[in-house]
């Protein structure tokens, strides 16, 4: 018998080769049908008649067949024109095939097979009028034998889904079509949810079905609201039970301020915590030394430096002899972190390793970096998520931070926790959250907000500008002793692009502009050594301008760069280049940043003008939201719970969404087992229960 989790492949004729197509969408089982939703929808309710397809760009026609007419156009495009008479005139649908040259095989064989005079055709495409004549390019059609039967794909709202290779879009929707007699086997927990005015009830099957075929519009977008509510209802419970988990878990470890090797650090500074600074540490030190072990978020815009925030953290762990993991989304940070953990626990005689992927694999160095950790000797392991690995085990970790955090899936952050009992957590980011979800995965986390730069930082002057100012002003910089970062998007010349790249480009400018000055380049690719050699290098002034692609943009502090040159500005998002920009005015020099771009469409341009006029990270993240659509931002953050449709639950007040966490609250704290809740507690139990281990449903 079929259930939910069948495989696709044994379902519906899909077949091992579709199903594989269908594992590109994420796509294994039926129940993955089910909340496969479209992207989109067609409207075909409406017929529209010939006389009125000029005030449509798009639309869905209904004729009978008058005729069929082919013509070569060009020398390797063909056309098809079907003649459509709804009544009162004609027009055509109509069909564009390639041909190779030299084939003679018949492009619309199978079209015109299909399309016998006297029957009748529903159509779908764009619309286009010439001389009065009514043209659909036809990207969707059904034949009919009598005017009056009823068409399976028009006359209603119609999904539109995402496609790979392999898989027609009227496949899919079969295959979902027949998926959905399976809906009442979807787990519906309407009845768990709170009566709330604001929030109508509909099963979790019926959501469904109108998710992806609804009445109307309107019932679509409603019910993909109401579905957004319950997922996030089950994410709120499961993160409840997760941190009432972890609270209840005493931890073991305890921390004593001895200021044995914090002091040292402080005074080796050189600079004075800021308010917001001492407030952080602070609250993290207080977390540290309550009984329960922290989940602390630390939110700070780029340059507000949080990394000594961490680094305080991490002193205090060590001053009492624990072990700290610090996991970063990039080797080159990694890099980053691990040189400026070095000078600032100079004399302090901690050990610290550096671990990337490259660098275990490294056969000896692998050891050294595993036997270090199990007994103990190493204290700070700095590194990428390689750190998670299985194989690596500590003595007596009590400390997990992670830095750049947005560039973390929630899941691995998780599956970090594994390395010891009941660790605390400090997560790092300086991408501030959306509010509706803030509440959601923070529901489980406390936060601090670091909101102060440090003292006498200038804001960056940020100017769209010609190469030929950008190089000019960039020279004036170089003389004064200052450095610049010049950034292009791509390594290496490539067919498919045809942007500028680091390697052609760096030849060229030290030939050309820059050809008094030194000049090296960056980018992902190279080895990790050879990466932090350069990065050194550069801290040392070996060299005064430093070519890369965005791997500078996360975390990189270098006090003297304070220029900025980014190429093809137009085609980043408004996050990285004020990531890229938060590497310069590090100091209190001013810097300067240039955007070099084409700035030939609107978006474009309005893009831009945001990031020259606001220098705060927050407002800049927002209106990206507006403009790319939260999906995205989301995307990532959510990484791991695919079931949680993010981008339906912006739609949703956010009072809805306070709501429900108050309420969920309660359900944790009354019913902790969940066991008035018994198919809420299956869903969460089945859906959470390998991904948060430490969600204690069972
Ligand atoms: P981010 O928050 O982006 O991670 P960093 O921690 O890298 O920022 O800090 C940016 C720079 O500011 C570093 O060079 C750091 O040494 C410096 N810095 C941090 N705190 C202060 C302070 N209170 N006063 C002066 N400089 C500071
Ligand atoms: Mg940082």
Request: glycine share 6%; charged share 25%.
């Amino acid at each position: 018998m079929l259930t939910l989790d069948s495989k696709i492949q044994f379902f519906n004729g899909v077949g091992y080769k579709r199903s594989s197509s269908f594992a590109k969408l994420g796509i294994k089982t039926i129940g993955d049908l089910l909340t496969f939703f479209p992207v989109k929808y067609q409207d075909r309710t409406r017929i529209i008649s010939m006389e009125n397809a000029w005030k449509y760009s798009q639309g869905c026609v209904f004729g009978e067949i008058g005729g069929i007419e082919e013509r070569i156009f060009l020398s390797n495009l063909c056309l098809l024109d079907v003649e459509l008479f709804d009544g009162i005139l004609i027009g055509y649908v109509r069909f564009f095939r390639k041909k190779s040259m030299h084939s003679s095989a018949d492009v619309f064989a199978s079209i015109k097979k299909k399309f016998e005079i006297g029957n009748f055709v529903y159509a779908w495409g764009n619309i286009k009028v010439k001389s009065g004549i009514v043209f659909v390019m036809a990207s969707d059609y059904e034949i009919v034998q009598n005017k009056s039967d009823k068409p399976l794909l028009f006359g209603k709202v119609v999904p539109v889904y995402h496609t790979v290779k392999g898989i027609t879009q009227n496949f899919i929707r079969e295959t979902v079509k027949l998926a959905l007699n399976f809906c009442e086997l979807y787990p519906d927990i309407s009845n768990s949810m709170p009566d709330f005015k604001k929030l109508p009830k509909l099963t979790a099957s019926l959501a469904i079905k109108r998710i992806h075929y609804p009445g109307t519009l309107k019932s679509a977008q409603f019910a993909r609201k109401i579905f957004a509510i319950q997922e996030f209802f089950i994410l709120e419970v499961a993160l409840l039970l997760f941190r009432k988990n972890v609270k209840k878990n005493f931890k073991t470890q305890k921390y004593e301020i001895k200021k044995t090797m914090l002091r040292p650090f402080k005074n080796n500074l050189g600079f004075e915590f800021t308010r917001d600074q001492k407030k952080a540490i602070n609250n993290i030190f207080f977390d540290m030394q309550s009984v329960n072990p922290m989940n602390r978020m630390l939110v700070g815009d780029v340059g507000s430096g949080k990394t000594v925030v961490a680094f305080s953290a991490t002193l205090l762990a060590v001053e009492n002899d624990y072990q700290v993991m610090i996991i970063v989304p990039t080797e080159i940070l990694a890099e980053q972190h691990y040189l400026a953990a070095l000078n600032a626990f100079k004399g302090l005689g901690i050990k610290i390793v550096l671990s990337t992927s490259s660098i275990l694999k490294k056969k000896s160095e692998r050891e050294k970096i595993l036997i270090g950790l199990k007994n103990g000797y190493v204290k700070i392991a700095i590194g990428t998520h390689s750190l998670i690995e299985d194989k690596i085990k500590f003595k007596n970790l009590s400390l997990i931070i992670v830095d750049e955090q947005h560039r973390f899936g929630v899941m691995q952050k998780f599956d970090a926790l594994d390395k010891a009992q009941s660790p605390d957590v400090l997560m790092i980011t300086a991408t501030p959250i959306p509010r509706a979800l803030a509440i959601g995965i923070c529901g489980a986390v406390d936060i601090t907000t670091i909101t102060q730069l440090p003292p006498g930082r200038l804001p960056v002057k940020t100017y769209f500008a010609s190469e030929q100012l950008a190089y000019t002003n960039a020279i004036e910089e170089l003389k004064k002793g200052n450095q610049v970062y010049i950034v292009f998007p791509v390594i290496d010349k490539s067919k498919k692009f045809t942007l500028k790249s680091v390697i052609q480009e760096s030849k060229k400018l030290s030939q050309t502009w820059f050809k008094d000055f030194k000049i090296d380049l960056l980018y992902g690719k190279m080895k990790s050594s050879e990466k932090t050699k350069i990065m050194q290098r550069f801290k040392d002034k070996e060299f005064n301008i430093l070519i890369s692609t965005t791997v500078i943009g996360v975390g990189i502090d270098i006090s003297d760069a304070t220029v900025m040159i980014i190429q093809h500005a137009d085609i980043f998002g408004l996050s990285v280049l004020h990531q890229l920009r938060g590497r310069v005015g590090r100091s209190s020099k001013q810097s300067y940043l240039y955007l070099i771009g084409g700035f030939k469409s609107d978006r474009a341009c309005k893009r831009l003008s945001i990031i020259r006029s606001l220098n705060d990270g927050i407002k800049v993240s927002e209106e990206d939201l507006k403009i790319r659509g939260p999906g995205e931002l989301m995307g990532t953050l959510q990484h791991g719970f695919h079931e949680f449709k993010t981008d339906d639950l912006v739609e949703v007040d956010a009072d809805i969404l306070d709501f429900i966490k108050k309420y969920v609250a309660k359900i944790v704290e009354d019913d902790p087992t969940l066991s008035q809740n018994t198919v809420l507690k299956k869903v969460i139990y089945k859906r959470f229960f390998n991904k948060i281990k430490l969600i204690n449903v069972g």
